[in-house]
């Protein structure tokens, strides 16, 4: 059985990381006050209020990362996305990077509505990059459009029609749902409610479909993903390139070690130094 760290691959078939703090680092870099409360859970919450990060392992259930916007601070989300206790950290750090480049940007860009209904419909955005690496196309039920990994165990689906805001923010019933295993008890998923920027969700699916593998421990690892992902071991790196340094030291050692080289005498067999030129 393969130990140690290993590469996984498809990368879907992949879990969280032990290391949270890729996940918010990206909104910290920004500046953002960090917080945590009485039972550990952290908080980040932008200098304008209006994007608040939570990262909650003892959170009411599964949604370990819950990231929500605001048009007013005090009014209900403009948008909310999570991602549950499993889903893979780097998923959820393509999302802050995206959120953290849209905020230094205002709120046009972090609060921007997906344009629906149109012919300049940008709805389709996230869906871009999984096609274009061959996930197939599926329309599972009406109104649902829905695009599967080649080996079917992920899916991404856009629901249509009118949904309850509330539920959009605290259960999978979303605008947009993303996960991998089966539906009713998926290895992780993730959520996204009906005015998040598609932007920030095309950054998801991107990282999410792309093709390199993922680095883990091994025992990081899914029993889902026993015979479904590739599992190579990570083998550690050759000895280290000796710099000039190193070689500077390592020829003064051995010049060091040499005996002393022996001091010419003269010979009746040795041949006369020529005269030097004149001057």
Request: charged share 20%.
């Amino acid at each position: 059985m393969t130990d140690g760290d290993v590469y996984v691959s498809p990368r879907h078939l992949t879990c969280a990381t032990l290391n949270s703090h890729h996940g918010h680092a990206p909104l910290d870099r920004l500046g953002w006050p960090l917080n945590y409360d009485t039972h550990g859970n952290l908080y980040l919450t932008a200098p304008d209020r209006k994007v608040r990060l939570g990262f909650l392992p003892e959170g009411p259930d599964d949604g370990l990362w819950r990231i929500n916007a605001y048009e007013d601070p005090f009014g209900p989300p403009a948008w909310g996305v999570c991602f549950n206790d499993s889903c893979p950290t780097e998923l959820v750090t393509a999302f802050t990077t995206a959120l953290a480049v849209a905020y230094e940007q205002g709120p046009d860009a972090y609060l921007a509505k997906p344009v629906t209904g149109s012919t300049d419909s940008d709805f389709f955005l996230p869906f871009v990059p999984l096609i274009t690496r061959g996930w197939p196309i599926d329309h599972p039920r009406w109104g649902v459009f829905a695009v599967q990994s080649p080996d079917h165990l992920a899916t991404v689906e856009y629901t249509t029609g009118d949904l309850d805001p509330t539920a959009e923010l605290t259960t999978r019933e979303a605008r947009w749902h993303l996960w991998t295993g089966p539906a009713e008890r998926p290895l992780w998923y993730a959520t996204a409610s009906t005015d998040t920027p598609t932007a920030l969700i095309r950054a998801v699916t991107e990282t999410v479909s792309d093709p390199a593998p993922l680095p883990r421990w091994r025992q990081e690892t899914h029993t889902y993903a026993e015979g479904l992902a590739q599992l190579t071991p990570i083998l550690p790196l050759g000895p280290p390139i000796p710099t000039p340094l190193d070689i500077r030291r390592t020829a003064s050692r051995r010049s060091a070690a040499l005996p002393a080289a022996s001091v010419p005498r003269w010979s009746t067999t040795s041949r006369r130094a020529l005269p030097g030129p004149r001057r």
